[in-house]
Antibody, heavy 121, light 110 residues
Framework: QLQLQESGPGLVRPSETLTLTCTVS??????????WGWIRQPPGKGLEWIGS???????YYTPSLKSRVAISVDTSKNQFSVNLNSVTAADTALYYC?????????????WGKGTTVTVSS | QSALTQPPSASGSPGQSVTISCTGT?????????VSWYQQHPGKAPKLMIS???KRPSGVPDRFSGSKSGNTASLTVSGLQAEDEADYYC??????????FGSGTKVTVL
């Protein structure tokens, strides 16, 4: 059964870059079916789509974060990562890594447990 | 793009039905039959309950159903049970491999 596990620092200073990694187990990240993505949830608030990456490296970002975000994949480690630069307190959130089942499927079928990131000096 | 609009709360007694609305625009909900619904219990990751407006993944009780009319999608939970108490989020494809979520609805079983 496919599992996703987020990892990264729980505390990031304002104006610095947030980097999170998602380790995929129970399946290959190189499969030509799936999209791998990130979603966040600020404390007490709703979900926000961040972006995704296809197995071929194509990336797609939500317009509001496009200038600050980058998602990459490391097939040798079966991992994908998100970098968000110039962070502010508004980037404090629970970050989930997720899987979208394919080009014709527009939903999330696998979620990580999430990792909390706090932006504070 | 703005978040889809959901009522903050909904409630019903055990055995009753509750319907949650999710209103978007002609650029998302109204333009694609790619609305999904997620259930989130406190401290847990969301779980897919409905995909593509009305499709139930394997393992999701048939008490959960989805529909769409124009720019508004709906999730109905029939025969409410205590374990249905959770937050529910809708999501819609918005084009260019981009997605928008709803503001979330807290369902309370009275």
């Amino acid at each position: 059964q496919l599992q996703l596990q987020e990892s990264g620092p729980g505390l990031v200073r304002p104006s610095e870059t947030l980097t999170l990694t998602c380790t995929v187990s129970g399946g290959s990240i190189s499969s030509n079916r799936y999209y791998w993505g990130w979603i966040r949830q600020p404390p007490g608030k709703g979900l926000e789509w961040i972006g995704s990456i296809y197995y071929n490296g194509n990336t797609y970002y939500t317009p509001s974060l496009k200038s600050r975000v980058a998602i990459s994949v490391d097939t040798s480690k079966n991992q994908f990562s998100v970098n968000l630069n110039s962070v502010t307190a508004a980037d404090t959130a629970l970050y989930y890594c997720v899987r979208r089942p394919g080009t014709l499927y527009h939903y999330i079928d696998v979620w990580g447990k999430g990792t909390t990131v706090t932006v504070s000096s | 793009q703005s978040a889809l609009t959901q009522p903050p709360s909904a409630s019903g007694s055990p055995g009753q039905s509750v319907t949650i609305s999710c209103t978007g625009t002609s650029s998302d909900v109204g333009n694609y039959n790619y609305v999904s619904w997620y259930q989130q219990h406190p401290g847990k990751a969301p779980k897919l309950m409905i995909s593509e407006v009305s499709k139930r993944p394997s393992g999701v009780p048939d008490r959960f159903s989805g529909s769409k009319s124009g720019n508004t999608a709906s999730l109905t939970v029939s025969g409410l049970q205590a374990e249905d108490e959770a937050d529910y989020y809708c999501s819609s494809y918005a084009g260019s491999n981009n997605y928008v979520f709803g503001s979330g609805t807290k369902v309370t079983v009275l």
